[in-house]
């Protein structure tokens, strides 16, 4: 094949050597798995994955389907929004699924109506004076949660030098106590319906689909986007290039540590309730929805694009399962192998690209 002069010191560029997106393998990957659950559903169960089989409804595809793959998917996608921007500088995060369970019941309690069917609220937290209040209250509440379990996240990254594993687990195990001790174990319910509001019908996709588009644009398009990359691919170099690095990662850790509470509030919102069992296994979801989504573990390479075709991945997996009427902790064995598979598939890229 002919290659192209490059014009500085004889070097020539090979249009076949050009890398592919990363993004571009997770959506081929998404149509894989999307019709082989198609395939398989057509040859074993004589029915349709993606398209209606239905003759009293007018439609092409099953959009009850489509609605539901994405709709499971977003209250955990919020999450791995701020997760991504964690590992892009090179970081992990631990603590968000159990920050989801404390935020969800101290946001629920300032959530809660005075009446429910003409008597008082039999799970009531508070007295009066927290009943009925303006549903800002309660989201900035939670909000304000999130914020300081990543405030102390980020400090103990930034400033102690403790290992992100380290200071985030420790904060997990924290927050999962809290969200237990806070009502005794109890449940906290009966939410006003402006709060209920928030989590129904199709707005946590809604909210997901808003931040993604927002943290793409940051991260592709602002100085702090910038910097998440730099400092993710080497640290030090930032550092010396002026980029302030301990104030960056405090501020990465709190976005995270927000968008945590953010979806505790949506989740809450949309079950109604708040448990202190809320969120358990969401890190590590978020996490995987990130890898599979093309971002790399040691930082620097990743996109909020590839994080949501991640999320996509486990939506279609998660339904495809459940459409070929396969039991639950098959799920978690598949996604198990998925995660391990994105990582040696990450090693194996950096690798080739260090030979190269």
């Given at each position: 094949m002919a290659q192209t002069a490059h014009g500085i010191g004889g070097l020539t560029y090979d249009p076949a050597k050009r890398a592919k997106p990363a993004?571009?393998?997770?959506?081929?990957?998404?149509?894989?798995?999307?019709?082989?659950?198609?395939?398989?559903?057509?040859?074993?169960?004589?029915?349709?994955?993606?398209?209606?089989?239905?003759?009293?409804?007018?439609?092409?595809?099953?959009?009850?389907?489509?609605?539901?793959?994405?709709?499971?998917?977003?209250?955990?996608?919020?999450?791995?929004?701020?997760?991504?921007?964690?590992?892009?500088?090179?970081?992990?995060?631990?603590?968000?699924?159990?920050?989801?369970?404390?935020?969800?019941?101290?946001?629920?309690?300032?959530?809660?109506?005075?009446m429910v069917n003409g008597s008082p609220n039999p799970k009531a937290i508070f007295g009066e004076w927290a009943m009925d209040l303006p549903v800002l209250f309660p989201i900035l509440v939670g909000l304000a949660c999130g914020l300081a379990?990543?405030?102390?996240?980020?400090?103990?990254?930034?400033?102690?030098?403790?290992?992100?594993?380290?200071?985030?687990?420790?904060?997990?195990?924290?927050?999962?106590?809290?969200?237990?001790?806070?009502?005794?174990?109890?449940?906290?319910s009966f939410p006003t319906e402006s709060y209920a509001a928030i989590g129904k019908g199709m707005m946590p996709v809604v909210i997901f689909v808003t931040l993604a588009i927002l943290f793409h644009l940051v991260l592709n398009h602002t100085r702090y986007g910038k910097h998440c990359y730099a400092i993710g691919s080497n640290e030090q170099a930032s550092r010396m290039s002026g980029i302030n690095v301990a104030r960056h990662k405090l501020l990465v850790y709190a976005i995270a540590g927000m968008l945590a509470a953010l979806a505790a509030v949506v989740l809450s919102s949309k079950n109604l309730t708040a448990q202190a069992g809320m969120g358990v296994m969401y890190e590590l979801d978020a996490i995987a929805m990130a890898v599979i989504g093309g971002i790399s573990l040691q930082g620097g390479r990743g996109s909020i694009l590839g994080t949501v075709l991640g999320a996509l991945i486990f939506g279609v997996i998660i339904s495809g399962f459940t459409f070929l009427k396969l039991d639950a902790y098959y799920q978690e064995m598949v996604k198990g192998a998925i995660i391990v598979g994105a990582v040696v598939l990450d090693q194996w890229r950096q690798q080739r690209r260090t030979k190269g």
């Amino acid at each position: 094949m002919a290659q192209t002069a490059h014009g500085i010191g004889g070097l020539t560029y090979d249009p076949a050597k050009r890398a592919k997106p990363a993004e571009l393998n997770v959506f081929l990957a998404l149509v894989i798995i999307t019709s082989a659950f198609e395939l398989i559903g057509r040859i074993f169960m004589g029915d349709s994955f993606l398209f209606n089989t239905r003759d009293n409804i007018d439609a092409i595809f099953n959009w009850q389907r489509l609605n539901i793959i994405i709709l499971q998917v977003s209250i955990v996608g919020i999450i791995a929004l701020g997760v991504t921007q964690v590992i892009l500088t090179g970081g992990i995060d631990l603590s968000s699924g159990s920050v989801v369970g404390a935020t969800a019941m101290i946001a629920m309690s300032f959530a809660q109506t005075a009446m429910v069917n003409g008597s008082p609220n039999p799970k009531a937290i508070f007295g009066e004076w927290a009943m009925d209040l303006p549903v800002l209250f309660p989201i900035l509440v939670g909000l304000a949660c999130g914020l300081a379990a990543g405030l102390i996240n980020g400090f103990f990254v930034a400033y102690t030098r403790i290992p992100p594993f380290i200071a985030t687990l420790g904060m997990m195990v924290f927050a999962r106590g809290l969200s237990r001790w806070w009502s005794n174990g109890n449940p906290v319910s009966f939410p006003t319906e402006s709060y209920a509001a928030i989590g129904k019908g199709m707005m946590p996709v809604v909210i997901f689909v808003t931040l993604a588009i927002l943290f793409h644009l940051v991260l592709n398009h602002t100085r702090y986007g910038k910097h998440c990359y730099a400092i993710g691919s080497n640290e030090q170099a930032s550092r010396m290039s002026g980029i302030n690095v301990a104030r960056h990662k405090l501020l990465v850790y709190a976005i995270a540590g927000m968008l945590a509470a953010l979806a505790a509030v949506v989740l809450s919102s949309k079950n109604l309730t708040a448990q202190a069992g809320m969120g358990v296994m969401y890190e590590l979801d978020a996490i995987a929805m990130a890898v599979i989504g093309g971002i790399s573990l040691q930082g620097g390479r990743g996109s909020i694009l590839g994080t949501v075709l991640g999320a996509l991945i486990f939506g279609v997996i998660i339904s495809g399962f459940t459409f070929l009427k396969l039991d639950a902790y098959y799920q978690e064995m598949v996604k198990g192998a998925i995660i391990v598979g994105a990582v040696v598939l990450d090693q194996w890229r950096q690798q080739r690209r260090t030979k190269g």
